[in-house]
């Protein structure tokens, strides 16, 4: 078992997560830390189920003067499906703007397309934000001259899809799928296509911003055989396509499609540029670390556990 500390820029606490028992403990800090000008911000989904690709990816963009800094808190989305979800959301999202306002924060490199459209949304209610950018983690990366190795994909397509061409030493091809919140601007879908290698992509038929949802919006909202259905469309238009597998730049959604349909093996990017397969099989069926500023007060019907940043020590 692994664990992995981290000091949360916009709360100063220390936060210990173990891997893979999904727990954590808290230790308070006296407030949003200074000097963080350009803040990494994982995101909820990418916490959950890759600790050790979010550490990767940290030393990456931290070493390369990318960010000063993490922070592990939620952008809030997913508080609008709890009981007075309206009101939990607006009070949690006012406190982001003001820790982040606080740290004097400009930039926000995001890992998650539902984190990128959520925080850039906060921001903008805000004089103090409105000013700071919100960067989708794949363009960043595509930018810095990061490419996904064509044999490294290979590998991985052949060894996860052993009737695939890939594994009888052709190429392998994979279908992009696209986000629901990124369909408006696209740039996960360019960051995404930019780290692939050439020659690889095979573009189902609902692609950008013809794309639909994997299922979670569905799943959250309380009707999984609806989900599972959306999931197994698009393993079927990935076939369709003549592709291996299915490619994702959303943690969300690799999960889901991994889960709900087998036509097709499905990565995340990431385990792509690292050479590192997630388990998807082996990750819980809810999300277990959800980290909000104060203690929190989920009701019992919720599939989800939320750890606040400014209290008392929390664990799973």
Known sequence: MDGYVFEDALSGSTVTCVNPAFGAAVEPGAGAAEGAASVFFPGCSFINYSLPLVQAVYDLLKGAGCVDGISLLCCGKILQFEPDGVAVRAAFEEQLRAHIASAGVKRLVAACPNCVKALRALLAADERTAAVEVVPLPVE???????????????????????????????????????????????????????????????????????????????????????????????????????????????????????????????????LLYNWRIDWDATPPYMSLRFLFDEPAPAEESHRTFVGLGGEEAAR
């Open 141 to 271: 990366l595509a930018e810095m001259g990061y490419r996904i190795d064509a044999d490294t994909a290979r590998g991985m397509v052949a060894a996860a899809c052993p009737a695939s061409e890939a594994a009888s030493g052709g190429e392998a091809h994979l279908a992009p799928h696209d986000s629901c919140p990124d369909r408006d601007t696209g740039e996960f879908a360019d960051g995404l296509r930019a780290l692939l290698p050439e020659g690889m992509v095979r573009e189902a038929k609902h692609n950008r911003r013809k794309s639909f949802c994997c299922g979670n919006l569905l799943r959250a909202a309380g009707k999984p055989e609806r989900a599972a259905q959306q999931s197994r469309r698009h393993g079927e238009e990935a076939v369709e396509a003549g592709a291996d597998a299915i490619v994702t730049a959303c943690m969300s959604c690799a999960f889901l499609l991994s889960r709900e349909q087998r036509d097709v093996p499905v990565f995340h990017y990431l385990e």
